[in-house]
């Protein structure tokens, strides 16, 4: 019998225990293109010496496999419900949220505040926003109570920004019309000019953040890998994701899951069927780098970057228990078009170390709508380029935690 590649289909599914065959059904389906199984082991040199000059037996091992492969980033299209690779995600070191209610969370303080001993600052309001946003509350004149002023920025909707707002202790100010606010509680002493605080809102949906290295729930995957004829199993699998969004394509997540060698079967691929809907293209996906939404960018990634290693235990089948990810320095990267200094500072963002919000969005329909969010960019190479005699930066860089921890790439699906 001919294999056949073309004839395919990948099921995936959570592990309750590492390494645990979850059963799985085409109920787990997840759309991919074709790839192939990567299986490795370790070979292991027997020390039996005989006569003559021939080498040993050699045995197998540890047993691996990996599993690489991409998938379109298109959500479940019912706002509320996990769109199939989110529990991808979940196994390459992200925590599930759902949000059946909007949502204001507290207001995060900027890089390099100031700081105001004594100062209280706390969110309020119920927030009727269809979209997430997020407010930039800046101190415009510094002062006591009731002279200090503040500027409010919505990143995501400019029609909602306002100036001159006198900051008066304990008195709530409006984030724009959508009903959030901030109060600012200090009982002496001035705020300061160029101090400023992030408010985060969102609508009912479903949230990924990066799981707490302490304390936190981490996830597994096992896989059925059917691949003309054949049945490939792996479990106990942890991995990396990386989002590339280039302007006017579909958006495609990259999976590289590592995982415990189960088994090899015969095994006939199963008849599924994916529907007719069909992924948006990266277009007015409301990029803002800052405040600033004017910046012409080709492409932006993200990626988890995380380290995967075994967990050996002589207890565990092969001898390994699972994988597991030990540390994770996830990252980003845009192509801008060059602009001055005054327009757009680049070099200084990069010479100073300034860490700033970067967000976009893929698709329209509410739904399939996947915003992502990084909290705390900070730019750690700018690469110029020459590209049809236009200077182009291509900027790399690592996507930071803010103080709250735990917040460095955020995927929001509404």
């Known amino acids: 019998m001919t294999i056949k590649t073309n004839a395919m289909l990948l099921l995936a599914g959570l592990e309750s225990s590492p390494n645990t065959d979850p059963t799985l059904t085409t109920a787990d389906a997840v759309p991919t293109g074709k790839f192939l199984p990567g299986y490795n082991f370790q070979e292991l040199q027997r020390l039996i010496v005989n006569k003559g000059i021939d080498a040993a037996k050699k ?4 047993e691996t496999i990996d599993f690489v492969f991409e998938t379109e980033l298109m959500a479940s299209g019912t706002v509320g419900v996990a769109p199939v690779w989110g529990k991808l995600l979940e196994a390459c070191g992200f925590t599930k949220s759902a949000l059946a209610v909007a949502a204001i969370e507290d207001p995060i303080d900027g890089y390099e505040n100031t700081g105001l001993t004594g100062l209280a600052v706390a969110k309020g309001g119920a927030f009727t926003g269809t979209s997430p946003r997020i407010y930039k509350i800046t101190i415009t004149t510094g002062g006591a109570s009731g002279v200090a002023e503040a500027s409010v920025t919505c990143i995501k909707d400019a029609t909602q920004d306002s100036v001159e707002n006198t900051v008066t202790t304990a008195t709530p100010i409006n ?16 705020l300061v000019e160029g101090d400023c605080w992030y408010v985060y809102c969102y609508p009912p949906g479903i949230r990924y953040r990066p799981t707490a290295g302490v304390g936190g729930t981490w996830k597994t995957i096992f896989f059925y890998h059917y691949l003309g004829g054949l049945l490939f199993k792996g479990g106990g699998a942890m991995g990396n994701v990386t989002l590339p969004a280039p302007a006017g394509e579909i958006a495609k997540l990259s999976f590289d899951f590592k995982s415990v060698f189960s088994a090899i079967t015969d095994a006939a691929v199963p008849d599924h069927d994916f529907g007719s809907r069909v992924p948006e293209i990266v277009e007015q996906a409301d990029l803002h780098v800052d405040s600033d939404n004017t910046l012409v960018v080709e492409n932006i990634t993200v990626e988890s970057n995380n380290t995967i290693t075994e967990k050996r235990n002589v ?3 092969q001898g390994i228990e699972n994988f597991r990810i030990t540390a994770r320095d996830n990252q980003f990267a845009i192509d801008p078009e060059a602009k001055t200094e005054a327009e757009f500072a680049f070099w200084e963002k990069l010479r100073s170390r300034i860490e700033i919000p970067i967000s976009f969005k893929v698709g329209a329909t509410p739904g399939n709508i996947v915003h992502v969010q990084i909290r705390r960019a900070v730019f750690d190479a700018l690469g110029p380029s020459d590209q049809d ?21 955020e995927f929001f699906v509404c």
């Open 59 to 62: 045995l197998i091992g540890r």
């Open 175 to 190: 984030l724009g019309d959508e009903g959030a606010t901030i109060t600012f509680t200090f009982a002496s002493g001035n």
């Open 315 to 317: 207890n565990a089948t």
């Open 389 to 409: 005699d236009t200077l182009r930066y291509g900027i790399t860089g690592q996507c930071r935690p803010t103080i709250a921890g735990n917040d460095n790439i």
